[in-house]
């Protein structure tokens, strides 16, 4: 029943956010303001918090092999794919996006916040992290190509002054160098407590403000594409270069069957390319992971 009370305590904030614009207590900018809390503060205070405080030195390397291993495969495979004229440009990009970005922070801390009592709440963190950077990088990239954007010093300004990734370049210099401020980690810890239900609450005024058939018709072979291939490649992964670490394994594949993320859209909206695709991929995955992560749940305990 754990992942049931984990996946009930998403979908109750969920539904707070979708009855909260229902009855007009927030209104389409009033998420914007939330959401920008969260991504500029909350997750950034959130995620350095919790790897300055982690041992990096003795971080297991097949958790970083099973966390960005799948992603960067199946990038790679769409990429030839590409080279080869086998898919089409737009179709290669949203595919891409389609991994590239997914909710580990905004949906995932808040999964593993509650599942299995936060036992992976420090894992998920620190997967988040690794997969944020690759996600950030690989998405501003796939953009910058789509418009055809090629100025270097501009697309490196957008990585570094990425709040997340500053976040997790600083936290990181903390843990490896063991200087901390305990007020400083008080005050960060209390902000970032408020990430995960806010990020949650978010998610449900999003899709109440752009769902529509049409979109979700748009973006369900991407969606699909997302939600099967992903775990797919994770256990793969894990067949071939981690045999053996059942927990882990479930931790991953679980964290691979995370949606996309609401950043996804921002960065669309921003660049101008395809915002209703991207809109319905963040909705449907979305809607979907609760039944993928409940089925993947029990195949991993399976020994899937």
């Known amino acids: 029943?754990?992942?049931?009370?984990?996946?009930?305590?998403?979908?109750?904030?969920?539904?707070?956010?979708?009855?909260?614009?229902?009855?007009?207590?927030?209104?389409?900018?009033?998420?914007?303001?939330?959401?920008?809390?969260?991504?500029?503060?909350?997750?950034?205070?959130?995620?350095?918090?919790?790897?300055?405080?982690?041992?990096?030195?003795?971080?297991?390397?097949?958790?970083?092999?099973?966390t960005i291993l799948p992603s960067l495969i199946i990038l790679a495979g769409?990429?030839?794919?590409?080279?080869?004229?086998l898919l089409k440009k737009d179709t290669y990009i949203l595919l891409s996006l389609s991994i590239s970005l997914?909710?580990?922070?905004?949906?995932?801390?808040?999964?593993?916040?509650?599942?299995?009592?936060?036992?992976?709440?420090?894992?998920?963190?620190?997967?988040?992290?690794?997969?944020g950077i690759l996600g950030i990088v690989s998405t501003l990239s796939l953009l910058e190509y789509a418009n055809r954007k090629n100025r270097r010093g501009g697309f490196l300004g957008k990585i570094f002054s990425n709040p997340l990734i500053l976040a997790i370049l600083l936290g990181g210099i903390s843990s490896l160098t063991g200087i901390r401020l305990d007020f400083l980690s008080n005050a960060l810890s209390l902000v970032g407590q408020t990430a995960s239900a806010i990020a949650?609450?978010?998610?449900?005024?999003?899709?109440?403000d752009h769902f529509s058939l049409e979109t979700l018709r748009e973006a369900l072979p991407y969606s699909l594409f997302r939600l099967i291939a992903l775990p797919l490649i994770a256990w793969l992964t894990i067949l071939v270069f981690l045999p053996g670490g059942a927990e882990l394994s479930q931790f991953l594949l679980l964290e691979n069957s995370m949606p996309a993320a609401i950043a996804l859209v921002v960065f669309a909206e921003r660049y101008d390319y395809r915002v209703a695709e991207t809109a319905g991929l963040v909705i449907l995955t979305s809607i979907l992971s609760f039944g993928g992560l409940t089925a993947i749940y029990y195949l991993s305990r399976l020994g899937f």
């Open 1 to 66: 029943m754990e992942i049931f009370s984990s996946l009930l305590t998403i979908l109750i904030i969920v539904t707070l956010g979708i009855i909260s614009r229902k009855i007009g207590i927030f209104k389409p900018e009033h998420a914007k303001t939330l959401s920008s809390f969260v991504y500029y503060f909350g997750l950034p205070a959130l995620f350095f918090d919790k790897i300055s405080h982690l041992d990096l030195y003795a971080l297991d390397p097949q958790l970083i092999i099973g």
């Open 78 to 85: 769409l990429l030839f794919l590409y080279q080869v004229s």
């Open 102 to 131: 997914g909710s580990y922070a905004f949906f995932g801390v808040a999964f593993f916040e509650t599942f299995q009592n936060g036992r992976w709440l420090a894992t998920s963190i620190l997967a988040a992290s690794l997969l």
């Open 200 to 208: 949650i609450f978010v998610l449900g005024i999003f899709i109440f």
